[in-house]
């Protein structure tokens, strides 16, 4: 492992999520001298990485992380063919659709298409949600047991609200019954008032490279048997245009 690289890296993940932090912040932060940190992060707002607040002495993400993010999301087969199928589904729903994709521990929404009411609604596109605590992660660990048991034995699992499951035991057990019957779900476990159905996404190999889900209002849930139908559908079409020959893939 190269250490700048290493540490350049763990500047940027500290100030994901709009965070803003001071010099001193980072440090204590990434438990590294102010100098040493000072060096990083002049380098990286340099490229346009990081960017200085006007008038503070914070930083933030700056513009270049943006036009990367774009490009990845340009690359991503999955997400090309998952727009037409999520704008569908959210037609025949009513609710905003998420496709989302795992990233180490958390999933990362790399499509967000909002519910069509006309509603006001924030773009969800770059969150990341604690894997365990997400329908859409559930949908995927379910059928990737190497991700699954990676997460498992870092217990105790983190905690969003009360609803949260924090038992690896629990956790197994309701990734068995997933992937029995291809459908994820989450009640109040991320954010409060919100639930969530999911459906994993295959490609020609097998694997389990996304998912694809709703967001349902608690005061809505459970989700009748039509919106389930709906969302197995989607998740099904999307693996079919990857190449997968069954759904759920056979684990």
């Known amino acids: 492992m190269i250490q700048s690289v290493d540490r350049a890296i763990r500047v940027l993940t500290a100030l994901q999520g709009a965070r803003r932090m001071t010099l001193s912040e980072l440090a204590g ?6 100098s ?50 999520a704008e569908d589904l959210a037609r025949r729903t009513g ?4 496709t989302g994709v795992l990233l180490l521990d958390d999933v990362v929404i790399i499509h967000h298409e909002p519910r069509p009411d006309g509603s006001r609604q924030m773009p969800e596109v770059g969150i990341v949600i604690p894997a365990h605590a997400s329908a859409l992660g559930k949908a995927i660990l379910a059928f990737d047991h190497d991700a699954a048991s990676r997460l498992v034995s ?7 609200t009360g609803e949260t499951i924090t038992s690896p035991i629990d956790l197994k057990q309701q990734l068995a019954d997933i992937g029995a019957t291809g459908l994820a779900s989450e009640q109040d476990e991320a954010v409060l008032g919100e639930c969530a159905l999911a459906g994993p996404v295959f490609d020609s190999s097998g694997t389990a490279v996304g998912a694809i889900g709703l967001v349902i209002p608690s005061a809505n849930w459970p ?19 990857l190449g997968a020959t069954t759904w759920p893939a056979r684990i």
């Not at 346009?48 to 943006?66: F, I, N």
């Not at 609710?95 to 998420?98: A, N, Y």
């Not at 870092?154 to 969003?160: D, I």
Request: proline share 6%.
């Open 95 to 98: 609710c905003s659709v998420r």
């Open 29 to 34: 932060r990434l438990e590294l001298p102010p």
């Open 154 to 160: 870092a217990a105790p699992l983190r905690s969003m």
């Open 223 to 241: 989700a009748d048997t039509v919106t389930r139908d709906a969302t197995r559908e989607a998740a099904r079409a999307i693996s079919r245009e």
């Open 36 to 85: 040493t940190v000072h060096g990083i992060v002049r380098t990286l707002v340099g490229h346009g990485m990081v960017v200085q607040e006007h008038g503070s002495g914070r930083y933030q993400l700056g513009p270049a992380v943006l036009r990367l993010g774009n490009v990845y999301l340009d690359t991503l087969e999955l997400r090309s063919k998952a727009i037409p199928w």
